[in-house]
């Protein structure tokens, strides 16, 4: 059974940091690209991150910057370190397991409030 299981999330002031983590169990990690997408109220879940199976990384343009993806695949970790935090940050963050083609398993969510 795929489980991806995200923490860390929580409430942060505007220019706090936060770091995600997914813990991913019952895939073969290193054979996957990993991403973190996120989804705030009335809006499309859209991706914020992602990192290749070779390591390679990509970020949204509102992400850039102040966002970092990382892998271990020791640990069949992914983690998104996330600096200068504004209040449009405020969404569910999601992990994501892709290949591609093959399949997609996604994680239960975990809530980051960024508010004074």
């Known amino acids: 059974q795929v489980q991806l299981v995200e923490s860390g999330g929580g409430l942060v002031q505007p220019g706090g940091s936060l770091r995600l983590s997914c813990a991913a169990s019952g895939i073969i990690f290193g054979t996957y690209n990993m991403n973190w997408y996120r989804q705030a109220p009335g809006k499309q879940r859209e991706l914020v991150a992602a990192?290749?199976?070779?390591?390679?990384?990509n970020y949204a343009d509102s992400a850039k910057g102040r966002f970092t993806i990382s892998r271990v695949n020791a640990q069949n970790m992914v983690y998104l370190q996330m600096n200068s935090l504004k209040p449009e940050d405020t969404a569910v963050y999601y992990c994501?397991?892709?290949?591609?083609?093959?399949?997609?398993?996604w994680g239960q969510g975990t809530q980051v409030t960024v508010s004074s």
């Open positions: 994501n397991a892709a290949q591609i083609p093959g399949p997609t398993y």
């Open positions: 990192i290749t199976r070779g390591g390679r990384t």
